[in-house]
């Protein structure tokens, strides 16, 4: 399901939600973990409310107003594959904060109640106080709904304030418009750049993290051999050697002294093993603790040992001596100091709480500003109050949970790990985009609302949208329009060349950090947010979902490919993929000139539509039919297309926005075919290859884009290095890249692929994603 304007026109069929409740309920019933049963009944339920509510007529999936009754503003409740349940996100039963809030004003605890008091002198003062103190959260955009309509009432915009009003009167008795208490400012307005700090969890997320966390079973089992069951077993052996002679135990007799220390043995191995129950080896009869706890029992029962346990016995206490040699001999005490050395070093567990006690006395619904102190090791004081050594280290799978709080620059948590993808580095950008764009809000208490309201607008969840519809956007919900005038007051230079630098600084963070990957459709969408607030004209694309997609492209991907045109025009790439930017240029003059098609309403482009199903075509090969995944990889074939043609951003990245990543176009190159060569590692012995196979040839292209910017000497140099590279690998990786090396080196000194993209009779390949046949890397 993607996030964007361009869904196909198809109808949601309930298969699909039947047989995720299928899943859920298997998993309620039979997973091994309590929490996950219950997370999985819930989810259950909200399957059930998507069927039953397809089946009365009460859900349309696929349209941005699901719910019948609800506008396209009310957030809706959204499960896996953008199916609606039918429930509001800000619906449900009151939350404790209304009760709470209902007490207070001395009002009957129900929302439209509730609703109702806020309009009142009270009311209205309980909500400037919240402005002023910033003392609020909003978790659901909703919850920004009553305080915006407080302002401006309060900036004397009466009539704006009543229809604002009038407009969420309504919903009043079903959706929560109170915002939730928070003990301080709900965001930060202040100005803003790229090294504005941002956090991935908050401390409280990490709390959670290592509350969850629980010992490791098989240390914790070795821990106590090393501290309790070696050296008791040490003792039985030194027991028995008081009756050997030769090396042979019990060839002297067992006296009054030796067996009432041996029944003394055994009474505090009944202890022990009440004791201390991770370790059961020695409840083996055939272990050599256990033959010799055995053979202790009998002996002080005043039993004889039979030919058969003393010859098991003898043999226990020769290896035992033979492998660690005498108890109290060097070798013997080196090894058991070793051992109790490890056994004495804290758990991972122990200190998980060490961790969690320094971060239980921080703000909770932050990050942490300077992780160094959660991770330092055990001070003294902290010493004498857990009973950990004090100097003991901070293990790194405790530091990774405190690190992942950090709150930094988004490129330090990039540097850092903590960021470690492109769809990471997409949950985070919101919190910046969310002060950027409330920059335009020239009100010091509305620019922290606003940026309340959009953090909490991008954590709405995508809707499965068909017939070209596209996602709800901000700007669509009632209280942001209501205040738009505001925003538009202000609008000027320094607003959009904000935007323009945060765009910039965004757009260069993802490409270098990230050279391999294209760019998620969540990071896509807010670099949209900040490109039509500097109004630069250019447009970002989302990439298109093959299952529902039907042949059909806005505009703006046309005028995503004549842009990078513009930038690629007589470069390797466009030799290497056989496109006439041209033509395309051409062809988008001739589209302005026209009158757009309209596909369900919406506007698209026919001819770049019908040009990238012609290559895909040609690139499948003539009469190729759909093999593997039929439907959809044929559409991919042709989505690809459209990704080829416009570089999927990356030439709007670099010729509008002006991005300029360092150290340089061929490192990013470079580190772009190392994508390429690891997820080619990953095909062989693959039963599913082909979206790894895609995903390399996304990585190949991202590749040439790169290398295509670099000066001819550069490109001789990278060219030259490949073979170097590809060695790094295993050779199956070699053996299935070379076509593709093949064919870029074809083209780079000047050669071209024959019209099915293949060369000197197809040792030479033009590297693409999807096929409508098998694979050649396959």
Request: hydrophobic fraction near 45%.
């Amino acid at each position: 399901m993607n996030d964007n304007a361009e869904q196909q026109p198809l109808t949601a069929a309930p298969s699909y939600a039947a047989a995720q409740l299928a899943n859920a309920f298997t998993t309620a019933l039979t997973h091994e973990d309590a929490g996950t049963r219950r997370r999985a009944e819930v989810r259950g339920q909200r399957w059930r409310a998507v069927l039953a509510g397809m089946a009365e007529g009460r859900l349309t999936v696929g349209s941005r107003t699901p719910v019948a009754g609800l506008p396209a503003w009310v957030t809706p409740e959204v499960v896996r594959g953008g199916f609606a349940t039918g429930t509001p996100s800000a619906g449900g039963p009151l939350q404790p904060y209304e009760t709470e809030a209902a007490q207070s004003f001395g009002v009957p605890a129900e929302r439209r109640t509730l609703f109702a008091h806020c309009l009142t002198e009270a009311g209205l003062a309980w909500l400037w106080a919240r402005l002023d103190s910033g003392d609020y959260a909003i978790g659901v955009p909703e919850e920004a709904a009553l305080l915006t309509m407080a302002w401006l009432v309060r900036q004397g915009e009466t009539d704006a304030a009543l229809d604002l009003a009038a407009e969420l009167e309504p919903f009043a008795d079903r959706l929560r418009f109170l915002p939730r208490p928070a003990a301080g400012p709900a965001s930060e307005a202040g100005p803003t750049d790229a090294t504005d700090a941002v956090h991935r969890y908050t401390v409280s997320d990490a709390v959670d993290t290592l509350v969850r966390r629980r010992p490791n079973t098989a240390v914790e089992t070795q821990r106590e051999a090393l501290a309790v069951w070696q050296p008791f077993g040490d003792e039985l052996l030194v027991h028995w050697l008081r009756t050997a002679r030769d090396g042979r135990v019990l060839e002297l007799a067992p006296d009054a002294d030796w067996l009432a220390h041996g029944a003394a043995l055994l009474a505090r191995y009944r202890l022990l093993a009440a004791e201390h129950t991770r370790c059961t080896k020695h409840r083996n009869p055939k272990e050599n603790l256990g033959i010799l706890r055995g053979a202790l029992e009998e002996t002080v029962a005043g039993r004889p040992l039979d030919a058969r346990r003393l010859g098991l016995l003898r043999h226990a206490v020769r290896s035992m001596v033979r492998r660690r040699g005498l108890p109290g001999s060097a070798p013997h005490t080196a090894l058991r100091r070793r051992q109790a050395g490890q056994a004495a070093f804290p758990s991972h567990h122990a200190l998980a709480q060490l961790v969690l006690r320094r971060l239980a006395v921080l703000p909770q619904e932050t990050g942490v500003p300077d992780v160094a102190p959660l991770v330092r090791a055990v001070t003294a004081e902290e010493s004498r109050e857990t009973g950990l050594p004090a100097g003991a280290a901070v293990p790194p799978t405790i530091r990774q949970v405190a690190e992942s709080a950090l709150s930094a620059p988004i490129g330090t948590l990039v540097e850092r790990g903590v960021v470690p993808s492109a769809e990471v580095l997409a949950e985070l950008v919101p919190q910046l985009v969310a002060t950027t764009t409330a920059q335009a809000y020239g009100d010091e208490t509305l620019r922290a609302l606003m940026a309340a309201n959009y953090r909490a607008f991008r954590s709405r969840r995508s809707l499965l949208l068909l017939n070209l519809e596209r996602q709800v956007r901000v700007e669509e919900l009632p209280w942001v329009r209501a205040v738009s005038g505001q925003r538009a007051a202000v609008i000027g230079k320094p607003d959009a060349e904000g935007a323009l630098d945060m765009l910039r600084q965004l757009g260069e963070l993802a490409v270098h950090a990230f050279p391999g990957t294209i760019l998620p459709n969540p990071l896509v969408r807010e670099l949209g947010v900040l490109e039509r607030q500097c109004d630069l004209g250019a447009p970002f694309v989302e990439e298109l979902a093959a299952d529902i997609f039907m042949g059909t492209f806005s505009p703006k991907f046309l005028k995503a490919a004549r842009i990078a045109g513009e930038l690629l025009r007589g470069t390797l790439y466009e030799r290497y993929y056989g496109i006439d930017y041209g033509a395309i240029r051409n062809l988008a003059i001739a589209e302005t000139g026209a009158a757009l098609s309209r596909s369900y309403g919406a506007r698209t482009s026919p001819g770049f539509a019908r040009l990238c199903a012609e290559r895909a075509a040609t690139a499948s090969g003539p009469g190729s039919r759909p093999a593997y995944g039929s439907w959809s990889a044929a559409n991919g074939t042709v989505i690809e297309q459209a990704q080829i043609l416009t570089t999927h951003n990356l030439a709007t990245l670099v010729h509008r926005v002006s991005i300029a990543p360092q150290p340089g176009w061929a490192d990013l190159a470079h580190r772009s075919f190392v994508t390429v060569c690891r997820l080619t590692a990953r095909v062989h012995g693959n039963r599913r290859p082909l979206p790894t196979i895609k995903d390399a040839a996304y990585a190949w292209r991202q590749m040439l884009f790169h290398l295509s910017l670099c000066p001819p000497d550069e490109q001789r140099r990278f060219l030259a290095g490949l073979d170097e590279e590809t060695a790094r690998h295993p050779a199956h990786v070699t053996t299935r890249v070379a076509p593709a090396l093949a064919g870029l080196l074809l083209v780079a000194e000047g050669g071209t692929f024959d019209a099915d993209g293949t060369a000197a009779g197809g040792r030479a390949r033009r590297f693409l994603g999807w096929s409508t046949g098998g694979h050649w890397m396959r």
